[in-house]
């Protein structure tokens, strides 16, 4: 259920995400999913690839500061209260939610999360019968 | 025109020669018989102080080094029993190892001597109100200037530096005639006298003693045309003795070296040989009257010329020029002094990041900026925005504690900083001097 995710260190300067967008392009590496946090000066940008340890390793070659990190993620229908629901569980159980962000799919919405303790909130939404993504579940969206 | 000590600043030189050669003799005892480190110098070079008996036979002593300071820190270097000393300085902007400077009660009058002459040859007198915009404190030059202002009967108004608004208030309440502080400082603070909505006619001001940094010919008209006044450089390192090393006089053609109590030569910082009179070169120091820190052929690292001609003013003196840079890596940023790899020495004790950086020095609105960037490690690079920041100001936080001074941190991308083949290129300074 646990789902890496690259992250990538970006000095927030234009070009740099084009870059990093063209050399995965390179490899026609497909992406799943894709968000930016940013500040005035930098910027992390996190990405959902199906193979993660190759995009990392061409990010690398090309002196990127590249990370796995690992996320979850759910798949709910694509209503704000839903969203509220998983989030709720998780705080219930005091399980911070470091970020997420999602995406619709159809009438669904996938939901990406990463929080303080993973496999507490795989656990605990699994208890509420929530739908749980794995990894190749993902990659097929 | 007024010259404060006139039977020395105006010596016949055959005169001060003998006077130099006097004094040297007595501060090469003092060290041997005193200062253990000084003594093994000389005897490793077979020198005792027999070995010397004339002014030019200085070239035959071991150099002193900044180094030396602080291998012998605090207090090794001193020659006399602490409680012969009445006061200690310490220089600015070092990771714990600062260079300490220790004053008899004679040194303090030596020094309030030199920067009475430094204050009247900028044409001060007893009329004048000094505002003293230097920081007090370890930094010898609020301490130097106010005690010379004192000295020739000045009215001394110590009001430290910052605090831009109160010092233009207290310049236009007091009717402060003359102003002490870095050259940087008094153009920032012409610009805000006129943003202030202050008049110039209301304020009172004449001239101003600038030093502590490098600055130009340039720099002095603009301070000059904006502030309507005459502009002094002054010169001084803390080892020597701080502020009133050397002054200009109004006639703005040289330094005048105190060279009965500091005693300059030129040398070439490779060969470390003695060049001829006019030639440019690193200015070496030997202290001839201090007692608590005498300096036997101290390097500054300032690089500059000297020459013996006889100034209009009347001052025999040897002059020095402006100083034309430095001899090594040392920047000088708003007063305080540092050294690149005083930094680097901060990070090297962080284990989140690898020293790989870049210093980039500029000068906006008159302030010296410091901006430094530092590669991220991609070891400690996890995907959290908060670690990352907190990483920032963890850097910035240890380079404002040990080096006294407030560093712009920017985290950069890895290989963002050029590496290049043994000596990187590690500060960019845009400063135009």
Not at chain 2, 273 to 295: D, R
Not at chain 2, 357 to 365: A, K
Request: overall charge negative.
């Amino acid at each position: 259920m646990i789902i890496p995710q690259l992250s990538v260190f970006l000095e927030n300067k234009s070009g740099r995400l084009t870059e990093v967008l063209e050399v995965l392009g390179s490899e026609n590496i497909r992406i799943t999913a894709l968000s930016i946090a940013d500040t005035s000066e930098f910027g992390i940008l996190r990405l959902i690839v199906p193979d993660a340890e190759k995009a990392k390793k061409l990010l690398k070659v090309q002196h990127f500061t590249v990370n796995i990190s690992e996320v979850i993620s759910v798949s709910a229908p694509n209503e704000a209260k839903y969203y509220a629901k998983v989030l709720k569980i998780l705080s219930d159980l005091d399980i911070s939610v470091e970020y997420t962000y999602a995406f619709s799919h159809g009438s669904k919405s996938i939901i990406i999360l990463r929080c303080s303790n993973n496999e507490q909130a795989i656990g605990a939404l699994k208890d509420h019968e929530m739908e749980l993504l794995n990894a190749s579940e993902l990659y097929k969206i | 025109m007024e010259i404060w000590n006139r039977h020395f600043e105006c010596m016949d030189r055959s005169e001060l020669r003998k006077l130099q050669s006097e004094r040297l003799i007595e501060t090469v005892e003092r060290v041997y018989f005193n200062v253990p480190y000084y003594r093994h110098k000389m005897q490793e070079a077979g020198l005792g102080p027999e070995s010397i008996h004339t002014i030019d036979d200085l070239g035959r002593l071991p150099y002193t080094t900044k180094q030396d300071l602080r291998d012998n820190y605090p207090f090794g270097l001193f020659a006399v029993p602490m409680s012969e000393i009445v006061r200690i300085h310490a220089s600015s902007g070092t990771t714990g190892k600062s260079t300490v400077v220790g004053y008899t009660r004679n040194d303090i009058s030596t020094w309030s001597e030199v920067m009475a002459r430094t204050l009247t040859s900028a044409g001060a007198n007893r009329n004048d109100f000094i505002q003293i915009a230097y920081g007090y404190g370890l930094f010898t030059g609020g301490l130097g200037l106010h005690y010379g202002g004192e000295k020739i009967g000045a009215s001394v108004i110590p009001i430290s530096g910052g605090n831009t608004m109160r010092q233009i208030q207290i310049m236009h309440d007091f009717g402060s005639t003359m102003l002490a502080c870095t050259p940087s400082y008094a153009l920032y603070l012409a610009e805000a006298i006129q943003e202030s909505g202050i008049s110039r006619e209301e304020l009172k001001l004449r001239a101003g003693v600038f030093g502590a940094e490098p600055w130009t010919e340039n720099m002095r008209r603009e301070i000059e045309s904006k502030l309507k006044i005459k502009a002094i450089d002054i010169y001084g390192l803390s080892e020597v003795i701080g502020p009133g090393v050397a002054s200009e006089c109004i006639f703005q053609e040289g330094l005048h070296i105190n060279e009965d109590h500091f005693y300059p030569e030129i040398i070439d910082p490779e060969t470390l040989l003695v060049l001829p009179e006019g030639s440019v070169g690193e200015l070496v120091f030997t202290t001839l009257t201090k007692e608590g820190l005498p300096l036997i052929r101290y390097r500054t690292r300032d690089l500059t010329r000297l020459t013996r001609e006889k100034c209009r003013c009347g001052r025999t003196m040897v002059r020095m020029e402006k100083c034309l840079g430095r001899s090594d890596d040392m920047l000088i940023i708003r007063g305080v002094n540092l050294f690149p790899s005083q930094v680097e020495s901060v990070l090297l004790e962080m284990s989140e990041i690898k020293p790989h950086y870049l210093l980039i020095v500029d000068r906006i609105n008159n302030l010296d900026t410091l901006e430094l960037k530092v590669e991220v490690d991609e070891a400690f690079f996890l995907d959290k925005i908060s670690q990352l920041e907190t990483l920032r100001k963890k850097i910035q936080d240890n380079l404002e504690s040990s080096l006294g001074l407030g560093i712009k941190v920017t985290l950069v991308e890895p290989k963002m900083i050029e590496r290049s083949e043994g000596k990187s290129k590690r500060v960019i300074d845009k400063r135009k001097y």
